[in-house]
Nanobody, 126 residues
Framework: QVTLVESGGGLVQAGGSLTLSCLASGRTSRAYNKAWFRQAPGKEREFVAAISTSGINTAYADFVKGRFAISRDNAANTVNLQMNSLEPEDTAVYYC???????????????????WGQGTQVTVSS
């Protein structure tokens, strides 16, 4: 069983930065591709960023526009999301997810991910 626990959310002013972290349990989870998704009130969940097991391959949603960066530390079994130049539209609950299918290129569809965290709230004030 894999457990994912997110941290690092909070309240920040527009233009500010936050770093989200996701700690995974279970030795096998180090071999999983990981991703961040988000869901704003009244909206569907959407893909934010993903990273392969090796960390070599990454994928980003278009709205990231170079503002966010995903990274991972397999020794610590964590995956981080550095978010810069935050906008009020980034306000959402951010979820960490893990995909146990060992493919080189991380996927963007939530239905492809097998494990999910409980989420961490990010609020960006204008």
């Amino acid at each position: 069983q894999v457990t994912l626990v997110e941290s690092g959310g909070g309240l920040v002013q527009a233009g500010g930065s936050l770093t989200l972290s996701c700690l995974a349990s279970g030795r096998t989870s180090r071999a999983y591709n990981k991703a961040w998704f988000r869901q704003a009130p009244g909206k569907e969940r959407e893909f934010v960023a993903a990273i392969s097991t090796s960390g070599i391959n990454t994928a980003y949603a278009d709205f990231v526009k170079g503002r966010f960066a995903i990274s991972r530390d397999n020794a610590a079994n964590t995956v981080n999301l550095q978010m810069n130049s935050l906008e009020p539209e980034d306000t959402a609950v951010y979820y960490c997810a893990a995909d146990k299918d060992p493919i080189p290129q991380p996927r963007r569809e939530g239905n492809d991910y097998d494990y999910w965290g409980q989420g961490t709230q990010v609020t960006v004030s204008s």
